[in-house]
C-alpha cells in the first residue's frame, strides 16, 4: 500500500513537471512569434540578437577597420542604437534565421552639431496685418567643429536611425563663415549686418 502512494506521488510529480516544461515551451515559442513580428515591422529585439552577441561583433569591425580600413570609423560603437534602426535583411536559411544588419560608418574624425532650419513668418511691428518671411529653406546647417567652417544638406535622412543623418549620396561642401557667407550662415551667428546684406525678406499681408 505505500509503495502504491509513492508510485503514484512521483506519477503526479512527473505529470506536473511535464506540464510545467509544456507551459515554459509555449512562452518561449509566443516570445519567439512576437520578436518575429516586430522584426517584420522592422524592430529588432535584444530577445532575438542579444547586447553581448552584438556588442562582440562591433568590437570585431572595429578591430578590423582600424588594421585595415583607418580612415573609417564606426558611428554607434554601443549596441543600443542597433534596436531603433529600422532597416534589416532577414531570410531563413534551413533551420536557421539570418539577420543582417547595416553598420553605419563615417570618415569625419569629429562629430557635428546638425540644425534644422524652421522658416515662419513674423509680425511687423506697426503694421499688424503684415508679415515679413524668407523664401522656404529645406536645408540642413552642421557647423563644423571648429565654427569655422560649415555645409548645409537640401535633404535630411533620418528614416533609419532618429540621430543619424544619412550622407552617402549627399555631396559635401565645406564653406568658411567668414568669406563663404550665406543667408542661414548669417542667421547662425546672429551676424545682422550680413543678415540683411544675404537674406532676401518679403513682406506679405496676412489673410
Not at 194 to 205: G, P
Amino acid at each position: 500500500m505505500f509503495n502504491s502512494e509513492v508510485q503514484d506521488q512521483q506519477r503526479i510529480i512527473m505529470a506536473i513537471m511535464k506540464i510545467q516544461d509544456y507551459v515554459q515551451h509555449i512562452r518561449h515559442v509566443d516570445q519567439f512569434r512576437q520578436v518575429v513580428e516586430l522584426l517584420l515591422r522592422g524592430i529588432l529585439s535584444p530577445q532575438l540578437v542579444s547586447k553581448p552577441a552584438l556588442r562582440i561583433n562591433l568590437m570585431a569591425i572595429r578591430s578590423h577597420l582600424e588594421r585595415y580600413f583607418p580612415n573609417f570609423a564606426l558611428i554607434f560603437d554601443r549596441a543600443s542604437p542597433f534596436y531603433t534602426l529600422r532597416e534589416y535583411f532577414f531570410g531563413r536559411h534551413v533551420m536557421r534565421l539570418l539577420i543582417q544588419i547595416q553598420i553605419p560608418l563615417t570618415t569625419f574624425q569629429h562629430e557635428f552639431t546638425v540644425y534644422e532650419v524652421i522658416n515662419y513668418p513674423v509680425p511687423v511691428t506697426g503694421r499688424p496685418t503684415y508679415k515679413t518671411f524668407l523664401p522656404p529653406y529645406r536645408v540642413i546647417l552642421s557647423p563644423a567643429y571648429t565654427a569655422i567652417f560649415y555645409f548645409t544638406l537640401q535633404n535630411d535622412d533620418t528614416k533609419r536611425h532618429p540621430k543619424l543623418l544619412y550622407l552617402t549620396d549627399s555631396r559635401i561642401s565645406f564653406s568658411p563663415f567668414i568669406t563663404g557667407a550665406t543667408c542661414l550662415s548669417a542667421l547662425y551667428r546672429n551676424n545682422m549686418t550680413q543678415v540683411h546684406e544675404l537674406c532676401s525678406f518679403q513682406l506679405q499681408e496676412a489673410p
